[in-house]
């Protein structure tokens, strides 16, 4: 019997294992609509404040992506389904990107927060969004706020800009008064060395560091709540960066499984709701961001009109 999906890396919530499940499946059940759907903070609810268009339409988009993302972890953890776990990180990626209220919102936090499942979906389209994003921001090293530079340094690796990338990864390494905090980060930034010089050896040495069940833990601990307690985040998506690449490492563990690593696309993506198919990947964000904004604010003027006309015509009050 496989051992993936099983090890246990600590929670940030204090939830041991079977609880952290339990938390993931709590959250799924919204999308499998087993007598949560219909809440009001079902999917079902939050559809109907998306299409009226009268509310902040965006923060329903992100909710429903947060379903989706524990959905694509309960695929893994019951059912060890791959392609399900691409199709609804696929969805639950998106859906982040589209809740954005400004055009860099949906990139924060550690790396593994927002680009595990855009890069972990193998979704071609997700992927390019993200290489277009990397000169969206400068991402410059500043010792004691590191979270824009180790972003950026991720969609440099996606990107194969292999010379900035370099370059900032041994200023990073170099750094004689680096935070103790971001000594963790060490190992990232030998990979990505070794990826610039494409060098397969020195790859998988510096994520089987990421292996040893110390630094796995440690690594991975508060990135993502639905998968960090039995993933070891970092190792799966630079191995996927990897793989994008053409490498392969050889990894396979039941905190990195090969089957997640390998790159390989589904034949088709699907999006579950219409409002998702009217996103344009080759415009700008602010585009899509601006065209909801005004789908609200005409929804709410058509409301405020009704309003007015009930009011003249049923109490014959001049508004």
């Known amino acids: 019997m496989s051992a993936n999906y099983t090890i246990y890396l600590g929670s940030s919530g204090k939830r041991n294992y079977q609880e952290s499940v339990e938390h993931v499946i709590g959250r799924a059940e919204y999308i499998l609509g087993k007598g949560y759907a219909d809440e009001e903070v079902g999917v079902?609810?939050?559809?109907?404040?998306?299409?009226?268009?009268?509310?902040?339409?965006?923060?329903?988009?992100?909710?429903?992506?947060?379903?989706?993302?524990?959905?694509?972890?309960?695929?893994?953890?019951?059912?060890?389904?791959?392609?399900?776990?691409?199709?609804?990180?696929?969805?639950?990626?998106?859906?982040?990107?589209?809740?954005?209220?400004?055009?860099?919102?949906?990139?924060?936090?550690?790396?593994?927060?927002?680009?595990?499942?855009?890069?972990?979906s193998d979704n071609p389209y997700l992927i390019h969004f993200l290489i277009n994003s990397r000169n969206s921001f400068l991402g410059e090293y500043k010792r004691k706020d590191t979270y824009s530079f180790f972003l950026k340094n991720t969609l440099l690796?996606?990107?194969?800009?292999?010379?900035?990338?370099?370059?900032?990864?041994?200023?990073?390494?170099?750094?004689?008064?680096?935070?103790k905090k971001d000594e963790k980060r060490i190992p990232d930034h030998e990979f990505y060395i070794a990826l610039c010089n494409k060098d397969n050896e020195g790859m998988k040495i510096a994520l089987e560091k990421l292996l040893e069940p110390k630094l796995a833990k440690n690594a991975v601990y508060d990135n993502n709540v639905w998968f960090d307690f039995y993933l070891q985040m970092q190792v799966l998506m630079y191995g996927k960066i990897a793989s994008i690449h053409g490498f392969d490492l050889g990894i396979d563990s039941p905190i990195a499984p090969k089957e997640l690593i390998e790159y390989k696309p589904l034949e088709k993506y699907e999006d579950p709701y219409d409002f998702m198919k009217e996103f344009d990947y080759s415009q700008p964000l602010e585009n899509w961001i601006d065209f909801w904004k005004q789908k609200t604010n005409k929804a709410n003027k058509q409301e405020k009109k009704l309003e007015k006309g009930f009011f003249s015509r049923f109490f014959n009050i001049n508004l």
């Open 157 to 179: 690796a996606l990107a194969g800009d292999w010379e900035s990338l370099k370059v900032r990864s041994e200023n990073f390494l170099n750094d004689s008064k680096m935070q």
């Open 44 to 120: 079902n609810s939050f559809l109907n404040k998306i299409y009226s268009k009268k509310e902040n339409s965006s923060f329903y988009m992100g909710r429903i992506g947060v379903y989706y993302e524990a959905k694509a972890s309960l695929e893994l953890l019951l059912h060890s389904d791959v392609t399900t776990f691409k199709q609804d990180a696929y969805v639950g990626a998106k859906l982040r990107i589209l809740s954005s209220e400004e055009p860099l919102s949906w990139i924060s936090g550690y790396n593994t927060s927002c680009f595990f499942l855009p890069i972990m």
